[in-house]
């Protein structure tokens, strides 16, 4: 059971700026990590609206905040004020974590080696594996650098507007010259045409999740391919009707709450120096997803 923080004038800060946050499960998440191991840190969500990115990039400094997490809609927003980015955040074009050191501010992208640290916890190495990406965002990116970076056998972004997908590849395409990279319009017929030649899907949408969670961007009428791993970033349900059809259909599915305990682990190392209690952390998120339905990234 996680205990909440006791906060002194001595505390460090570290925080969730986006908009909104109220549901985050990150503060639970941090905070039981951090009276885990006996640290005088607090995590505080801090609602920032669209305008507000930059004064309160500022008002963290003149606070003395440590680092934040940055969620929608402000990971690609954040880039313009920052001092100096990760491969990984710069070759994605986004930011989900922000360490302030010396007054200078450090972005990195946290998401992709959390991805991949979800994956192989569930027994997924996707290297050599052909994969489907369901969607073209920000977290699609994070997704196909840490594929790439993970030497899968080919990539292919699926998307409702191919030329977003189009972009995405492009982008990434000179950092991974040796990667299969590829995209196609999301359709009926293009995930039919799937079939046999996919080893892994992957949505990186929101459809599905709270509460709409009757939706899925696979649809009834189109066939799962057999083989296939299905992993959903959507862990608001745990199991999400794209993961319900798959399971029914046989085939091994992976819930995105991997992904945010990982990426938040990454985060907390980075600005602690301590190694995170993993467990710890996950037992927070799932309490928190118990005790509060709308709970969310």
Known sequence: MSKSPKITGKSLLVGLIGWPVEHSLSPAMHNAAFADLGLDWAYVPLPVGHDNVQDALKGLAA??????????????????????????????????????KDGKFFGYNTDAIGFLNSLLEADCDPKGCRVAVLGAGGAARAVVFALARAEAASVTVLNRTTERAAFLVDDLADTFPDSQLDFSPLTNDSLATLNDDIDLVINTTSVG??????????????????????????????????????????????????MLIHQGAYAFEMWTGQQPPIEVMRQACLSGLVHDPAASD
């Open 63 to 100: 606070l003395n905040f440590v680092g934040v997490n940055v969620t929608v809609p402000h990971k690609q927003a954040v880039i313009r004020y920052l001092d100096e980015l990760s491969d990984a955040a710069r070759t994605t074009g986004a930011v989900n974590t922000i360490h302030i």
């Open 209 to 258: 999740m709270w509460p709409d969670t009757e939706h899925t961007p696979w649809p009834d009428e189109v066939p799962i391919p057999k083989q296939a791993t299905f992993c959903d970033l959507v862990y608001n349900p745990l199991e999400t009707m794209f993961l319900t059809r798959a399971r029914a259909a046989g085939v091994r599915t992976v819930d995105g709450l991997g």
